[in-house]
Each structure stands twice: as C-alpha cells, then as structure tokens.
C-alpha cells in the first residue's frame, strides 16, 4: 500500500512558476513509476509528465519545455517543476504511483493560472 501526498498548487499569474511535490509513505518508493496527471473542468484526466524507476522522464507535447518531473528516491517525493505557466495549466494536479499491478493515486492540489 503506498499513500501519496500532494502539495505546492496554489493561483499564480500567467508566466509564472510553481513547484509540486508528492511525498509517498508506505512502500519501497523507488521501485515504482511515477506520474503527474492533470484534470480540467469538463475535460478527462491526461498524462502531464512521468518518471520511471531508472529516470527515464516523458511528458505530455503541450508541457514540454516548460515542466520538468524529477524524484528524490531518498526522500520518497516527486516533483513537478512548472514554468512559463498558461492559464490553459488551469487543473487538479494527481500524482500516480504504479508498479504493476498495483496502482495508486493522490488527492489532488489545485492550479489556478489567471491574473
């Protein structure tokens, strides 16, 4: 069982920046991938950016050169840095832990881009 914990949203301007971070309790964190997805109102839920256990990254084309996702495997967390943030960044962050077959999801954090 793996409980994560997402934290670091909040409303910031259009240019701006944020950093999220996921911190993961309960399991050996480093032996799962790891995810940021995102949910619009109305829209489905979409892959921003993932990491796999080796560090190998890939993120969604309307994020990249902007996100970056990272994780610190000694402080059981995964971060999203986010830059150059548009208003159309507006969604609820997850963090995704996956390690066939188990699956597990955060609560969420806001992002709000508006000015």
């Known amino acids: 069982q793996v409980q994560l914990v997402e934290s670091g949203g909040g409303l910031v301007q259009p240019g701006g920046s944020l950093r999220l971070s996921c911190a993961a309790s309960?399991?050996?964190?480093?032996?799962?991938?790891m995810g940021w997805y995102r949910q619009a109102p109305g829209k489905q839920r979409e892959l921003v950016a993932a990491?796999?256990?080796?560090?190998?990254?890939n993120y969604a084309d309307s994020v990249k050169g902007r996100f970056t996702i990272s994780r610190d495997n000694a402080k059981n967390t995964v971060y999203l840095q986010m830059n150059s943030l548009k208003p159309e960044d507006t969604a609820v962050y997850y963090c995704?832990?996956?390690?066939?077959?188990?699956?597990?999801w955060g609560q969420g954090t806001q992002v709000t881009v508006s000015s």
């Open positions: 995704n832990a996956r390690w066939w077959p188990e699956d597990y």
């Open positions: 309960g399991s050996i964190f480093s032996g799962y991938a």
């Open positions: 990491i796999t256990r080796g560090g190998s990254t």
